[in-house]
């Protein structure tokens, strides 16, 4: 099981920009998919964007975010851009051998302990 450290979550008002970053110390991400999830307060926890061969983003996020990933540092960022209110939540990084494609969470078994993300209006 790969283990993940997130960072960069943190405060944010309406319209500005966070990068989060996904880690994995001692592993390399060549042979992974890595996505990124959220989870809102009462709400199941939703697919935000995905790296493999190809990228996958939710239509919530489709150019506001952008996922992207350095394997030279073997970490993975999700620049996020024009942040809204509804965007608070927990942000997951998660990362599978397994990838289906279209980012479904039952592909992932290793996840990071998240990042808390707060928009405010």
């Known amino acids: 099981e790969v283990q993940l450290v997130e960072s960069g979550g943190g405060l944010v008002q309406a319209g500005g920009s966070l990068r989060l970053s996904c880690a994995a110390p001692g592993f390399t991400f060549d042979d992974y998919a890595i996505g990124w999830f959220r989870q809102a307060p009462g709400k199941e926890r939703e697919g935000v964007s995905c790296?493999?061969?190809?990228?996958y983003y939710a239509d919530s996020v489709k150019g506001r975010f952008t996922i992207s990933s350095d394997n030279a540092k073997n970490t993975v960022y999700l620049q996020m851009n024009s942040l809204k209110p509804e965007d608070t939540a927990v942000y997951y990084c998660?990362?599978?051998?397994?990838?289906?494609?279209?980012?479904?969470?039952?592909?992932?078994?290793?996840w990071g302990q998240g990042t808390q993300v707060t928009v405010s209006s």
């Open positions: 790296i493999s061969s190809i990228t």
């Open positions: 998660a990362a599978t051998l397994d990838y289906s494609g279209s980012c479904p969470r039952t592909d992932f078994g290793s």
